[in-house]
């Protein structure tokens, strides 16, 4: 309830900030057992979806420096351009551009587990609500 009760302030605040229209958020919870991993991708294609915003949240407490499962942030110009790798720390957040930041999970030596989410915006079109009700 409390990260979630956090996800709306940030969303009122990118609103309000940025002008967004960011409609909702969706979220799930993640765990990668040790061996998982994510190959590089985006969380939106441009102009096709309605995901705005990603973001993730870390829950592994006292995650170990050998433990691998970093998240890498890549330059949406230069794919082989490696701009950060998020440790996935219990209490690290990360939030970027859904549609323009290619990012991976690198392999895991240990569970880990998170919570992915996406700010959307509304996609309504011809009298069909999305998200449906």
Request: with cysteine; net charge negative.
């Amino acid at each position: 309830r409390l990260y979630l009760e956090a996800m709306q302030r940030l969303q009122a605040s990118l609103n309000q900030t940025l002008f967004l229209g960011l409609f909702e958020y969706e979220a799930h919870f993640a765990h990668y057992p040790a061996g998982a991993f994510y190959k590089r991708h985006l969380d939106s294609f441009r102009g096709r979806a309605n995901r705005v915003v990603s973001t993730v949240g870390y829950l592994t407490p006292d995650w170990p420096f050998d433990g691998g499962g970093e998240m890498v942030i890549y330059d949406a110009d230069d794919d082989e351009r490696e701009l950060a790798r998020v440790v996935p720390n219990a209490g690290t957040f990360a939030c970027f551009l859904s549609e323009s930041v290619p990012h991976e999970v690198l392999p895991t030596r240990h569970p880990r587990s998170s919570i992915a989410g996406w700010f959307r915006r509304n996609a309504s079109l011809g009298g069909v609500l999305d998200p449906a009700r």
